[in-house]
Nanobody, 127 residues
């Protein structure tokens, strides 16, 4: 059983930055691929970024490449999402979760939320 707790959301102006953190409480964190997802009211949950067990492979939603960076620290059971040059369309509730990944030729090309997910942290970007 894992507990996933996100933090770091808030209100920021367009062009600004935020760093989200996700602390995972429980055993064997290093055995889980992890990811960030977001959801606006009335819209589907969408994958933002995912990272492999050791952090050597990452996945980003195409529209976010170059602005968001995912990382993890297995000594701290923590996953991070650095978000730069934020845009109003990035406004959403952001969730951290364990994930299932799909690879093609050694590259993660798909990830989906798996068993454990946090309560989310709200990110609001003003124009």
């Amino acid at each position: 059983q894992l507990e996933v707790v996100e933090s770091g959301g808030g209100l920021v102006e367009a062009g600004g930055s935020l760093r989200l953190s996700c602390v995972v409480r429980g055993r064997h964190f290093q055995m889980y691929h992890m990811g960030w997802f977001r959801q606006d009211p009335g819209k589907e949950l969408e994958a933002v970024s995912c990272i492999s067990l050791s952090g050597d492979k990452t996945y980003y939603r195409d529209s976010l490449k170059g602005r968001f960076t995912i990382s993890r620290d297995n000594t701290k059971n923590t996953v991070y999402l650095q978000m730069d040059n934020l845009k109003p369309e990035d406004t959403a509730m952001y969730y951290c979760a364990t994930v299932r990944t799909q690879e093609t030729l050694g590259v993660i090309d798909r990830c989906e939320a798996a068993t454990y997910r946090g309560q989310g942290t709200q990110v609001t970007v003003s124009s």
